[in-house]
């Protein structure tokens, strides 16, 4: 650890907002592409792309939030008083 106190970061929503615009962009996608190659029922797209969407979002939110923290970072150092 690097003991840097991160208390005064907030990314807000940024991290989720972001998460949900780029898994909404490959499942949207992938959903198409699904639909128009393999043809399935309705039922297959039901139960296919909740969890995978589900899964993308909670995947990406780390990532995406410790990237925003690090820009951040990078250019508020005076505001966050370091």
């Not at 940024?14 to 992938?30: D, E, K, N, R, T």
Request: glycine fraction near 10%; include cysteine; proline fraction near 7%.
């Amino acid at each position: 650890m690097c003991d840097l106190d991160l208390s005064a970061v907030d990314s807000g929503d940024g991290p989720a907002s972001l998460a949900v615009f780029v898994v909404g962009a490959i499942v949207v996608g992938l959903a198409f592409w699904v639909e128009f190659r393999f043809d399935p029922p309705g039922w297959v797209h039901v139960m296919l792309w909740p969890p995978i969407t589900v899964g993308l979002t909670v995947g990406l939110m780390r990532p995406l939030k410790a990237a925003l923290v690090a820009v951040q970072f990078q250019h508020r150092q005076r505001e966050m008083g370091l």
